[in-house]
Protein backbone atom coordinates (compact mmCIF):
# COMPACT_ATOMS: atom_id res chain seq x y z
CA UNK A 1 0.00 0.00 0.00
CA UNK A 2 1.10 3.76 -0.40
CA UNK A 3 0.36 6.50 1.97
CA UNK A 4 -1.46 9.33 0.60
CA UNK A 5 0.59 12.58 1.20
CA UNK A 6 -2.20 14.79 1.65
CA UNK A 7 -3.74 12.28 4.24
CA UNK A 8 -0.23 13.05 6.23
CA UNK A 9 -0.64 16.98 5.80
CA UNK A 10 -4.47 16.76 7.06
CA UNK A 11 -2.93 14.63 10.02
CA UNK A 12 -0.43 17.54 10.35
CA UNK A 13 -2.45 20.26 9.97
CA UNK A 14 -4.64 19.82 13.17
CA UNK A 15 -1.26 19.25 15.54
CA UNK A 16 0.28 21.79 13.90
CA UNK A 17 -0.19 24.77 16.71
CA UNK A 18 0.91 22.72 19.24
CA UNK A 19 3.78 21.50 17.41
CA UNK A 20 4.88 25.15 16.41
CA UNK A 21 4.53 26.10 20.38
CA UNK A 22 6.84 23.23 21.06
CA UNK A 23 9.12 23.67 18.76
CA UNK A 24 9.81 27.50 19.41
CA UNK A 25 10.38 27.13 23.05
CA UNK A 26 13.02 24.14 22.03
CA UNK A 27 15.11 26.18 19.06
CA UNK A 28 14.92 29.70 20.78
CA UNK A 29 18.52 29.55 22.14
CA UNK A 30 20.20 27.16 19.52
CA UNK A 31 21.37 29.30 16.81
CA UNK A 32 22.07 27.54 14.23
CA UNK A 33 18.79 25.70 14.00
CA UNK A 34 18.45 25.30 10.11
CA UNK A 35 21.87 24.26 10.20
CA UNK A 36 20.64 21.17 12.61
CA UNK A 37 17.69 20.41 11.12
CA UNK A 38 19.10 20.15 7.51
CA UNK A 39 21.32 17.59 9.11
CA UNK A 40 18.77 15.69 10.90
CA UNK A 41 16.67 15.85 7.17
CA UNK A 42 20.12 14.73 5.43
CA UNK A 43 20.65 11.33 8.26
CA UNK A 44 18.58 8.21 7.25
CA UNK A 45 18.49 4.74 8.76
CA UNK A 46 18.41 1.58 6.70
CA UNK A 47 16.04 -1.13 7.52
CA UNK A 48 17.09 -4.82 6.68
CA UNK A 49 14.63 -6.71 4.79
CA UNK A 50 14.97 -9.26 7.74
CA UNK A 51 13.14 -6.59 10.72
CA UNK A 52 9.87 -6.30 8.86
CA UNK A 53 7.92 -9.73 9.92
CA UNK A 54 7.31 -10.76 13.80
CA UNK A 55 10.26 -12.01 15.35
CA UNK A 56 10.26 -15.13 17.94
CA UNK A 57 12.29 -17.05 20.22
CA UNK A 58 13.22 -20.83 19.79
CA UNK A 59 10.04 -21.01 22.51
CA UNK A 60 7.61 -19.25 19.90
CA UNK A 61 6.83 -16.90 17.34
CA UNK A 62 3.48 -15.00 17.83
CA UNK A 63 2.43 -12.69 14.31
CA UNK A 64 0.39 -10.47 14.45
CA UNK A 65 -1.05 -10.89 10.60
CA UNK A 66 -0.74 -8.77 7.39
CA UNK A 67 3.22 -9.60 7.26
CA UNK A 68 4.92 -8.88 4.15
CA UNK A 69 5.50 -12.41 1.95
CA UNK A 70 7.85 -11.29 -0.61
CA UNK A 71 10.38 -9.13 -1.12
CA UNK A 72 8.10 -6.78 -2.97
CA UNK A 73 5.82 -6.25 -0.08
CA UNK A 74 8.54 -5.41 2.31
CA UNK A 75 9.83 -2.79 0.19
CA UNK A 76 6.50 -1.53 -0.04
CA UNK A 77 6.77 -1.42 4.24
CA UNK A 78 9.73 0.38 4.08
CA UNK A 79 8.16 2.60 1.75
CA UNK A 80 5.58 3.18 4.49
CA UNK A 81 8.08 4.32 7.05
CA UNK A 82 10.03 6.11 5.00
CA UNK A 83 6.58 7.92 3.86
CA UNK A 84 5.60 8.44 7.61
CA UNK A 85 9.48 9.59 8.59
CA UNK A 86 11.21 10.64 5.92
CA UNK A 87 14.16 8.93 7.51
CA UNK A 88 14.27 5.45 6.12
CA UNK A 89 15.70 5.33 2.94
CA UNK A 90 17.34 2.47 2.42
CA UNK A 91 16.75 -1.11 2.83
CA UNK A 92 19.25 -3.77 3.27
CA UNK A 93 18.61 -7.38 1.94
CA UNK A 94 19.90 -10.75 2.96
CA UNK A 95 20.81 -13.42 0.45
CA UNK A 96 19.03 -16.29 0.51
CA UNK A 97 15.79 -14.57 2.60
CA UNK A 98 15.15 -11.98 -0.36
CA UNK A 99 16.71 -13.00 -3.31
CA UNK A 100 15.42 -9.98 -5.83
CA UNK A 101 14.53 -11.87 -9.22
CA UNK A 102 14.24 -9.49 -11.59
CA UNK A 103 16.37 -6.53 -11.16
CA UNK A 104 14.90 -3.77 -12.74
CA UNK A 105 11.67 -3.99 -11.85
CA UNK A 106 12.76 -4.44 -8.31
CA UNK A 107 15.03 -0.97 -8.56
CA UNK A 108 12.10 0.85 -10.36
CA UNK A 109 10.06 0.07 -7.36
CA UNK A 110 12.41 1.23 -5.10
CA UNK A 111 12.66 4.29 -7.04
CA UNK A 112 9.10 4.36 -6.70
CA UNK A 113 9.16 4.60 -2.60
CA UNK A 114 12.59 6.76 -2.80
CA UNK A 115 14.47 3.83 -1.30
CA UNK A 116 18.13 2.81 -2.22
CA UNK A 117 19.90 -0.31 -1.19
CA UNK A 118 22.00 -0.48 1.30
CA UNK A 119 24.52 -3.12 2.46
CA UNK A 120 23.79 -6.38 1.18
CA UNK A 121 23.98 -9.34 3.53
CA UNK A 122 25.39 -12.99 3.16
CA UNK A 123 24.42 -15.84 5.52
CA UNK A 124 26.46 -18.81 5.69
CA UNK A 125 24.81 -19.53 9.42
CA UNK A 126 22.16 -21.56 8.11
CA UNK A 127 22.20 -24.57 5.72
CA UNK A 128 19.66 -24.23 2.86
CA UNK A 129 17.26 -26.34 1.35
CA UNK A 130 19.26 -28.24 -1.64
CA UNK A 131 22.67 -26.49 0.00
CA UNK A 132 25.28 -29.26 -0.59
CA UNK A 133 27.75 -28.96 2.24
CA UNK A 134 26.80 -28.58 6.08
CA UNK A 135 28.06 -25.17 7.88
CA UNK A 136 27.40 -26.90 11.29
CA UNK A 137 30.72 -26.70 12.03
CA UNK A 138 31.45 -23.34 10.72
CA UNK A 139 31.66 -21.69 7.27
CA UNK A 140 34.81 -19.15 6.06
CA UNK A 141 36.52 -21.31 9.04
CA UNK A 142 36.38 -24.57 8.67
CA UNK A 143 38.54 -27.21 8.98
CA UNK A 144 37.21 -28.50 5.25
CA UNK A 145 38.38 -26.39 2.19
CA UNK A 146 35.44 -27.57 0.01
CA UNK A 147 33.03 -26.02 3.26
CA UNK A 148 35.46 -22.80 3.02
CA UNK A 149 35.21 -22.46 -0.90
CA UNK A 150 30.81 -22.99 -1.02
CA UNK A 151 30.55 -20.34 1.49
CA UNK A 152 33.12 -18.14 -0.18
CA UNK A 153 31.82 -18.62 -3.46
CA UNK A 154 27.64 -17.76 -1.80
CA UNK A 155 29.71 -14.61 -0.57
CA UNK A 156 30.53 -13.60 -4.05
CA UNK A 157 27.22 -14.39 -5.35
CA UNK A 158 25.33 -11.55 -2.98
CA UNK A 159 27.96 -9.12 -4.10
CA UNK A 160 26.63 -10.18 -7.60
CA UNK A 161 23.06 -9.11 -6.70
CA UNK A 162 24.39 -6.16 -5.00
CA UNK A 163 26.10 -4.96 -7.82
CA UNK A 164 22.73 -5.27 -9.90
CA UNK A 165 20.82 -2.95 -7.08
CA UNK A 166 23.57 -0.54 -6.81
CA UNK A 167 24.73 -1.50 -3.06
CA UNK A 168 27.82 -0.83 -2.27
CA UNK A 169 29.27 -3.00 0.83
CA UNK A 170 28.81 -6.36 2.24
CA UNK A 171 28.05 -6.99 5.60
CA UNK A 172 29.74 -10.65 6.42
CA UNK A 173 28.63 -11.89 9.69
CA UNK A 174 29.45 -15.38 10.68
CA UNK A 175 28.37 -17.50 13.48
CA UNK A 176 31.62 -19.54 13.32
CA UNK A 177 33.17 -20.46 16.40
CA UNK A 178 32.95 -23.40 19.25
CA UNK A 179 30.84 -24.73 21.72
CA UNK A 180 33.14 -26.14 23.75
CA UNK A 181 36.76 -25.87 25.05
CA UNK A 182 39.31 -27.91 22.12
CA UNK A 183 36.66 -28.06 19.92
CA UNK A 184 38.91 -25.25 17.34
CA UNK A 185 42.35 -24.40 16.77
CA UNK A 186 41.86 -20.91 17.39
CA UNK A 187 44.90 -19.67 14.72
CA UNK A 188 43.94 -22.49 12.26
CA UNK A 189 40.28 -20.93 12.31
CA UNK A 190 41.54 -17.17 12.12
CA UNK A 191 44.02 -18.30 9.40
CA UNK A 192 41.60 -20.47 7.04
CA UNK A 193 38.86 -17.15 8.19
CA UNK A 194 41.42 -14.70 7.02
CA UNK A 195 41.89 -16.60 3.88
CA UNK A 196 38.36 -16.86 3.20
CA UNK A 197 37.82 -13.10 3.51
CA UNK A 198 41.00 -12.69 1.21
CA UNK A 199 39.29 -14.10 -1.72
CA UNK A 200 35.56 -12.42 -1.14
CA UNK A 201 37.82 -9.08 -0.59
CA UNK A 202 39.27 -9.73 -4.43
CA UNK A 203 36.06 -9.79 -5.77
CA UNK A 204 34.86 -6.29 -4.71
CA UNK A 205 34.25 -4.09 -7.00
CA UNK A 206 36.66 -0.67 -6.82
CA UNK A 207 33.73 1.23 -4.63
CA UNK A 208 32.69 -1.03 -2.56
CA UNK A 209 33.91 -2.42 0.72
CA UNK A 210 33.17 -5.25 3.09
CA UNK A 211 32.37 -4.48 6.67
CA UNK A 212 32.98 -7.49 9.09
CA UNK A 213 30.48 -7.71 11.83
CA UNK A 214 31.35 -9.12 15.37
CA UNK A 215 29.87 -10.74 17.96
CA UNK A 216 30.72 -12.03 21.52
CA UNK A 217 28.35 -14.79 21.40
CA UNK A 218 25.77 -16.75 20.04
CA UNK A 219 25.18 -19.38 17.68
CA UNK A 220 28.52 -20.36 19.80
CA UNK A 221 29.07 -20.58 23.45
CA UNK A 222 32.82 -20.83 23.74
CA UNK A 223 34.72 -19.04 21.47
CA UNK A 224 33.05 -17.11 18.41
CA UNK A 225 35.89 -16.51 15.73
CA UNK A 226 34.97 -12.91 15.06
CA UNK A 227 34.20 -12.16 18.29
CA UNK A 228 35.30 -8.80 19.12
CA UNK A 229 36.22 -5.43 17.78
CA UNK A 230 39.75 -6.74 18.16
CA UNK A 231 39.56 -9.95 15.99
CA UNK A 232 37.14 -8.08 13.62
CA UNK A 233 40.11 -4.86 12.72
CA UNK A 234 42.57 -7.71 13.02
CA UNK A 235 41.12 -9.16 9.51
CA UNK A 236 40.04 -5.51 8.58
CA UNK A 237 43.50 -4.52 8.88
CA UNK A 238 45.18 -7.50 6.97
CA UNK A 239 42.40 -7.15 4.15
CA UNK A 240 43.23 -3.32 3.34
CA UNK A 241 41.28 -0.21 3.44
CA UNK A 242 38.28 -1.84 1.68
CA UNK A 243 37.51 -3.61 4.98
CA UNK A 244 35.88 -2.38 7.71
CA UNK A 245 34.55 -3.17 11.51
CA UNK A 246 31.01 -2.91 11.89
CA UNK A 247 29.51 -2.57 15.42
CA UNK A 248 26.42 -4.17 16.19
CA UNK A 249 25.21 -2.68 19.82
CA UNK A 250 23.74 -6.14 20.85
CA UNK A 251 26.54 -7.79 19.97
CA UNK A 252 29.10 -6.81 23.25
CA UNK A 253 29.99 -8.40 26.59
CA UNK A 254 27.61 -6.67 29.10
CA UNK A 255 29.07 -3.11 30.29
CA UNK A 256 31.31 -3.06 27.41
CA UNK A 257 32.51 0.76 26.92
CA UNK A 258 31.11 0.96 22.97
CA UNK A 259 31.46 4.69 22.54
CA UNK A 260 35.30 3.91 23.79
CA UNK A 261 35.42 1.31 20.83
CA UNK A 262 33.55 3.51 18.62
CA UNK A 263 35.67 6.74 18.75
CA UNK A 264 39.13 4.34 18.57
CA UNK A 265 37.66 2.70 15.38
CA UNK A 266 36.96 5.62 13.80
CA UNK A 267 40.29 7.23 14.49
CA UNK A 268 41.60 4.58 12.71
CA UNK A 269 39.52 4.97 9.85
CA UNK A 270 38.17 1.62 10.22
CA UNK A 271 34.80 2.41 11.59
CA UNK A 272 32.06 0.56 8.86
CA UNK A 273 29.11 1.85 10.97
CA UNK A 274 26.21 0.08 12.82
CA UNK A 275 23.60 -2.15 13.52
CA UNK A 276 21.29 -0.18 16.04
CA UNK A 277 19.49 -2.13 18.88
CA UNK A 278 19.10 -2.12 22.25
CA UNK A 279 19.62 -5.27 24.98
CA UNK A 280 19.31 -5.86 28.56
CA UNK A 281 21.21 -9.44 28.84
CA UNK A 282 22.09 -10.21 25.75
CA UNK A 283 21.51 -10.11 22.48
CA UNK A 284 18.38 -9.17 23.12
CA UNK A 285 17.23 -7.31 19.50
CA UNK A 286 14.96 -4.55 21.23
CA UNK A 287 13.94 -1.35 20.01
CA UNK A 288 17.08 1.12 19.75
CA UNK A 289 16.99 3.32 22.56
CA UNK A 290 14.59 1.23 24.97
CA UNK A 291 17.08 0.07 27.77
CA UNK A 292 20.23 2.93 27.77
CA UNK A 293 19.08 5.73 25.60
CA UNK A 294 21.97 7.66 27.46
CA UNK A 295 24.69 5.35 26.57
CA UNK A 296 23.28 5.53 22.59
CA UNK A 297 23.18 9.61 23.12
CA UNK A 298 27.22 8.62 24.58
CA UNK A 299 27.81 6.42 21.16
CA UNK A 300 26.61 9.12 18.67
CA UNK A 301 28.46 12.09 20.49
CA UNK A 302 31.76 10.29 20.15
CA UNK A 303 30.30 9.76 16.22
CA UNK A 304 29.71 13.41 15.73
CA UNK A 305 33.30 14.47 17.30
CA UNK A 306 35.10 11.75 15.36
CA UNK A 307 33.22 12.00 12.27
CA UNK A 308 34.01 16.11 12.33
CA UNK A 309 37.62 15.47 13.20
CA UNK A 310 37.44 13.50 10.07
CA UNK A 311 36.06 15.89 7.80
CA UNK A 312 33.30 12.95 7.28
CA UNK A 313 29.68 13.04 5.97
CA UNK A 314 27.48 12.47 8.93
CA UNK A 315 24.85 11.32 6.56
CA UNK A 316 26.99 9.43 4.26
CA UNK A 317 30.18 8.11 5.15
CA UNK A 318 28.99 5.10 7.48
CA UNK A 319 26.74 2.76 7.10
CA UNK A 320 23.45 2.99 9.28
CA UNK A 321 21.08 0.65 9.98
CA UNK A 322 18.82 -1.18 12.79
CA UNK A 323 19.28 -4.71 13.46
CA UNK A 324 16.42 -5.46 16.07
CA UNK A 325 13.91 -8.02 15.97
CA UNK A 326 9.66 -7.38 17.49
CA UNK A 327 8.25 -10.42 19.30
CA UNK A 328 5.56 -8.28 20.74
CA UNK A 329 4.72 -5.17 18.84
CA UNK A 330 3.51 -4.43 15.04
CA UNK A 331 7.07 -4.51 13.66
CA UNK A 332 6.55 -1.42 11.87
CA UNK A 333 5.89 0.70 14.46
CA UNK A 334 8.87 -0.71 16.49
CA UNK A 335 10.98 0.19 13.49
CA UNK A 336 9.23 3.76 14.00
CA UNK A 337 9.88 4.07 17.46
CA UNK A 338 13.87 2.78 16.95
CA UNK A 339 14.65 5.08 13.78
CA UNK A 340 12.89 8.09 15.96
CA UNK A 341 15.13 7.04 19.20
CA UNK A 342 18.45 6.99 16.52
CA UNK A 343 17.18 10.84 15.42
CA UNK A 344 16.93 12.29 19.05
CA UNK A 345 20.17 11.04 20.03
CA UNK A 346 21.98 12.40 17.03
CA UNK A 347 20.17 15.39 17.38
CA UNK A 348 21.63 15.76 21.46
CA UNK A 349 24.98 15.25 19.58
CA UNK A 350 24.71 17.45 17.17
CA UNK A 351 23.81 19.87 20.19
CA UNK A 352 26.69 19.40 22.43
CA UNK A 353 28.90 22.78 23.21
CA UNK A 354 32.21 21.09 21.94
CA UNK A 355 34.41 24.17 22.77
CA UNK A 356 33.00 23.83 26.02
CA UNK A 357 33.52 20.14 26.65
CA UNK A 358 37.10 19.71 24.94
CA UNK A 359 38.02 22.91 28.14
CA UNK A 360 36.46 20.94 30.12
CA UNK A 361 38.27 17.93 29.30
CA UNK A 362 41.38 19.83 29.04
CA UNK A 363 41.52 21.34 32.37
CA UNK A 364 40.30 18.03 33.63
CA UNK A 365 37.18 19.76 35.42
CA UNK A 366 35.43 16.43 35.45
CA UNK A 367 32.63 17.77 37.33
CA UNK A 368 31.73 20.39 33.75
CA UNK A 369 32.24 17.94 31.52
CA UNK A 370 29.82 15.88 32.61
CA UNK A 371 27.50 19.10 33.25
CA UNK A 372 27.41 19.67 29.37
CA UNK A 373 26.66 15.90 28.05
CA UNK A 374 24.10 15.51 30.61
CA UNK A 375 22.52 19.08 30.41
CA UNK A 376 22.23 18.12 26.08
CA UNK A 377 20.73 14.77 26.69
CA UNK A 378 17.96 16.13 29.53
CA UNK A 379 17.33 18.73 26.65
CA UNK A 380 13.98 17.82 24.93
CA UNK A 381 14.52 17.79 21.28
CA UNK A 382 11.52 16.01 19.94
CA UNK A 383 10.53 19.24 18.73
CA UNK A 384 13.64 19.45 16.56
CA UNK A 385 13.15 16.10 15.06
CA UNK A 386 9.67 16.84 14.20
CA UNK A 387 9.98 19.56 12.72
CA UNK A 388 12.96 17.91 10.83
CA UNK A 389 10.14 15.25 9.69
CA UNK A 390 7.66 17.77 8.29
CA UNK A 391 10.04 20.30 6.42
CA UNK A 392 10.91 17.13 4.37
CA UNK A 393 7.23 15.91 4.36
CA UNK A 394 6.63 13.39 7.06
CA UNK A 395 4.23 12.98 9.47
CA UNK A 396 4.28 14.91 12.94
CA UNK A 397 3.49 12.19 15.02
CA UNK A 398 3.88 8.69 12.43
CA UNK A 399 2.97 6.32 15.07
CA UNK A 400 -0.49 8.31 15.92
CA UNK A 401 -0.52 8.21 12.16
CA UNK A 402 -0.14 4.29 11.86
CA UNK A 403 -2.85 4.13 13.99
CA UNK A 404 -5.58 6.61 12.83
CA UNK A 405 -5.08 5.21 9.45
CA UNK A 406 -5.57 1.48 10.67
CA UNK A 407 -2.37 0.48 8.56
CA UNK A 408 -2.09 -2.64 9.97
CA UNK A 409 -5.41 -3.91 9.78
CA UNK A 410 -5.74 -2.45 5.82
CA UNK A 411 -2.12 -4.48 5.30
CA UNK A 412 -3.79 -7.67 7.32
CA UNK A 413 -6.54 -7.16 4.55
CA UNK A 414 -4.49 -7.31 1.62
CA UNK A 415 -2.20 -9.88 2.85
CA UNK A 416 -4.21 -11.95 5.69
CA UNK A 417 -3.54 -13.08 8.66
CA UNK A 418 -1.21 -14.99 7.98
CA UNK A 419 0.97 -14.48 6.11
CA UNK A 420 5.02 -14.98 7.08
CA UNK A 421 8.39 -12.85 6.34
CA UNK A 422 11.38 -14.67 5.49
CA UNK A 423 14.07 -14.04 8.22
CA UNK A 424 15.31 -16.00 11.44
C1 LIG B 1 23.59 -11.74 14.01
O1 LIG B 1 23.11 -11.79 15.32
C2 LIG B 1 23.09 -10.51 13.29
O2 LIG B 1 23.26 -9.37 14.09
C3 LIG B 1 23.74 -10.34 11.94
O3 LIG B 1 23.77 -8.98 11.56
C4 LIG B 1 22.82 -11.10 11.05
O4 LIG B 1 22.93 -10.76 9.72
C5 LIG B 1 21.47 -10.78 11.64
O5 LIG B 1 21.71 -10.63 13.03
C6 LIG B 1 20.50 -11.86 11.36
O6 LIG B 1 19.28 -11.64 12.02
MN1 LIG C 1 23.66 -7.41 13.19
Redesign the pocket.
Known amino acids: MRIDKSKIQEYNDALLNAHKRKFDFAAEHIPDINNIINQLIEFNVAIPS?ALGTGGTRFGRFPGGGEPGTLEQKMEDVGLLHALNQSSGAISL?IPWDIPENYAEIKSLAASFDLKFDAV?SNTFQDQKDQELSYKFGSLHHTNKAVRKQAIQHNIEVIKHGIELGSKAL?V?LSDGSCFPGQLNFRKAFQNTLESLEEIYAALPEDWKVFI?Y?CSEPNFYSMTVGDWGQSLLFANKLGPKAKTLV?LG?HLPNANIEQIVALLLMEGKLAGF?FNDSKYG?DDLTVGAMKPYQLFLIFNELVEGMDARGMNHAKDLGWMI?ASHNVKDPLEDLLQSVEAIMLSYAHALLVDRQKLNAAQESNDVVVAQEVLQNTFRTDVRAIVAEARIRSGGSLDPIGFFREQKIRAQLIAQRGKSSIAT??
Open positions: WHNTWEKDHHDDGL
